[in-house]
T-cell receptor, first 115, second 112 residues
């Protein structure tokens, strides 16, 4: 069975601080996808990134970066120089790589960035 | 707007009434998913379609829940004899060929 654990329920940081959101996953699949989504107060889930399990290169997109470590089954998300607009709930998710299975989501981490 | 659209955005109903939600996916996506999200939780998978075929429905919460996608385009999710515990956000998403799931804004159900 697949499982995603986001141990941090809520995090508060002061603007311009860096923050890392943790994600640990469990799967028996040999190939799989990992995802991060952002859910701002407006409620719509916004896709941030998809990572394939055979690609362990870290990725950077502007102030966002992702660290994928297969050895520890983790896919952590770092926001550098956080801004108030980053305040949202962030979800990590997992699916088997053929795309024939649904995404399994963690419970989310609520990030509050204080000005 | 070429994103996923859901209707209605909000529905308030009395216990025991039936409700139906509609989802229009991104047109080139043939896979469509329904999720439910309650306060403080992540989205919980309910069912999904590939074209008009419903490939997984064992996760629907009870036999009061049903979904259809008759022509492989839009989909409906119906809840019969609603209960207060059905109050939640019902999310629809469509999936690209590269695996990303794109969500609509959701339909919030309140059962009084």
């Amino acid at each position: 069975a697949q499982k995603v654990t986001q141990a941090q329920t809520e995090i508060s940081v002061v603007e311009k601080e860096d923050v890392t959101l943790d994600c640990v996953y469990e799967t028996r699949d040999t190939t799989y996808y990992l995802f991060w989504y952002k859910q701002p107060p407006s409620g719509e889930l916004v896709f941030l990134i998809r990572r394939n399990s055979f690609d362990e290169q870290n990725e950077i997109s502007g102030r966002y970066s992702w660290n994928f470590q297969k050895s520890t089954s983790s896919f952590n998300f770092t926001i550098t120089a956080s801004q108030v607009v980053d305040s949202a709930v962030y979800f990590c998710a997992l699916s088997e790589a053929t795309g024939n299975t649904p995404l399994v989501f963690g419970k989310g981490t609520r990030l509050s960035v204080i000005a | 707007d070429t994103g996923v659209s859901q209707d209605p955005r909000h529905k308030i109903t009395k216990r025991g009434q039936n409700v139906t939600f509609r989802c229009d996916p991104i047109s080139e996506h043939n896979r469509l998913y329904w999720y439910r999200q309650t306060l403080g939780q992540g989205p919980e998978f309910l069912t999904y379609f590939q074209n008009e075929a419903q490939l997984e429905k064992s996760r629907l919460l009870s036999d009061r829940f049903s979904a259809e996608r008759p022509k492989g385009s839009f989909s409906t999710l119906e809840i019969q004899r609603t209960e207060q515990g059905d109050s939640a956000m019902y999310l629809c998403a469509s999936r690209s060929v590269t695996g990303e799931l794109f969500f609509g804004e959701g339909s919030r159900l309140t059962v009084l």
